[in-house]
């Protein structure tokens, strides 16, 4: 009898040890390095909607925005309302140690009463120091701009690689007079 509690003791421990072994891989799956400091984004455009822009600060990201390209893009705002149009371009680099399956960029929309907004995405894997260009085209919308006040922040809003979907941080300075949906 002892040595079958024994042999019981022996492969619940080994269970026990392999359960372990999962876990501790699967708290490794969202782990990576970045690699060299990041870059300022470039932000072409139209001359009004250019200065409008702000690519948000993600020093946590494995993914960086080098460029935006807002050339489709147009924007109204009167009377406390903006109506517009979204159409962008965006160059992102993987400055992370870890093959990236899929990035999505969002162009937020907004002002004091809160922000929408629409993405781009691209699903082709970015290897670690590889830099490509995703296209996202058709959004638009309307919403409220007390004050006709408006900004458009661009920012990582997610990245998936084998086994982990990762948000990075967002840092929005307040002196931009955006609120946040969040």
């Known amino acids: ?3 079958i509690m024994s042999l019981s003791g022996l492969l619940l421990l080994m269970g026990s040890f ?3 072994q999962q876990q501790q891989h699967d708290n490794d799956s969202c ?11 470039t ?4 001359e009004d909607i250019v200065p409008l822009v702000y690519v948000v600060e993600q020093p946590d990201s494995p993914v960086e925005i080098v460029s935006v390209d807002l050339e489709g893009m147009w924007l109204s705002v009167s009377g406390e309302q903006h ?3 979204a159409c962008s371009q965006y160059k992102v680099h993987n400055r992370s140690d870890r093959i990236i399956q899929r990035v999505e960029i969002e162009l937020s929309v907004g002002g ?5 907004g ?3 995405v691209s699903s082709s894997a970015l290897t670690p120091g590889q830099t490509v260009e995703t296209k996202g085209c058709g959004g638009g919308g309307h919403g409220g701009a007390p004050g006709n006040h408006v900004r458009l922040l661009v920012s990582v809003h997610s990245v998936a690689f084998e086994s982990c979907s990762y948000r990075p941080s967002l840092r929005i300075p ?3 007079g955006v609120t946040p949906p969040w």
């Open 1 to 3: 009898m002892r040595t």
């Open 18 to 20: 392999g359960i372990a």
């Open 31 to 41: 782990k990576f390095s970045v690699q060299g400091d990041p870059v300022r984004a």
């Open 43 to 46: 932000v072409t455009g139209p």
């Open 83 to 85: 109506a517009e149009r």
């Open 112 to 116: 004091t009463g809160g922000a929408g």
């Open 118 to 120: 629409y993405g781009a």
């Open 174 to 176: 307040r002196n931009l």
